[in-house]
């Protein structure tokens, strides 16, 4: 019993140490979010996925705890927001479509698809385009279900309490694909990514980091969501 009530007392620290953190991630994936979702249904479901994280969390797998909890914290955030659908079935649907149109480009003329390109593959012209870019991925979270599809479980690529070979080597590759994928970006869009997901700078801030408008900014990020989902849905398609 007093080392069950010692591990809930270390649990309890270390989720009152770390909700600045729940905070903090609350607000970040709050602003690629439809005014009607909640800060607060978010920190509450980000605070469960913390308390998750201390309870799970297994120095010996080598990640700081502030790592793991982040990965928790997101999942259950991106779970909370999966769970009341508040991206609309024409948003899932619009991506679908700019995405099969880019990977045609692409496949044409085998280097990255332009917009003036994209726009012409799907009989619009670059105006209509970026207005349908930026629906289709203002409400969309930049997570391995948007990359991959809804096949992948984001809890199968966290360590778990036994070794999973099978598993921890399809997450590799998953890995290893996405980097590829973020790599071979046009410059600009790789230095939007960096800047917003690792930096956590909001499209404002960018803007006067590269001189440009923060609408601007926004095209450039949801090109680069878009040409990631693309190629990575090819992937796919080529390995499963």
């Not at 609350?26 to 605070?47: C, T």
Request: a negative charge; proline letters at 3%.
């Amino acid at each position: 019993m007093r080392a069950a009530e010692a591990y809930r007392q270390e649990d309890e620290a270390l989720v009152r140490e770390h909700m600045e953190l729940v905070r903090r991630i609350a607000h970040h994936l709050s602003v690629r979010l439809p005014a009607s979702v909640q800060i607060e249904d978010l920190m509450q479901a980000g605070a469960m996925g913390l308390l998750d994280a201390a309870r799970q969390y297994d120095a010996s797998h080598g990640a700081s705890f502030e790592t793991y909890a982040g990965i928790r914290i997101r999942g259950a955030m991106l779970d909370e927001v999966r769970r009341q659908d508040w991206s609309p079935r024409s948003s899932h649907r619009t991506m679908r479509e700019i995405s099969a149109a880019v990977r045609a480009v692409e496949m044409r003329t085998g280097r990255g698809a332009e917009g003036r390109e994209v726009a012409e593959q799907m009989g619009v012209d670059l105006d209509v385009y970026h207005a349908m870019l930026r629906k289709s991925t203002e409400t969309k979270m930049f997570s391995l279900e948007d990359l991959f599809g809804p096949d992948v479980d984001n809890g199968d690529s966290l360590p778990g309490d036994a070794p999973d070979p099978a598993g921890e080597y399809e997450e590799f590759n998953r890995t290893e694909a996405i980097v590829d994928a973020i790599d071979k970006l046009p410059e600009r869009e790789r230095t939007v990514l960096a800047l917003y997901y690792d930096e956590e700078l909001n499209l404002r801030e960018i803007g006067e980091v590269l001189g440009v408008t923060e609408s601007r900014v926004c095209q450039i990020h949801s090109q680069a969501l878009v040409r990631l989902r693309s190629r990575l849905t090819a992937w796919k398609s080529e390995t499963g």
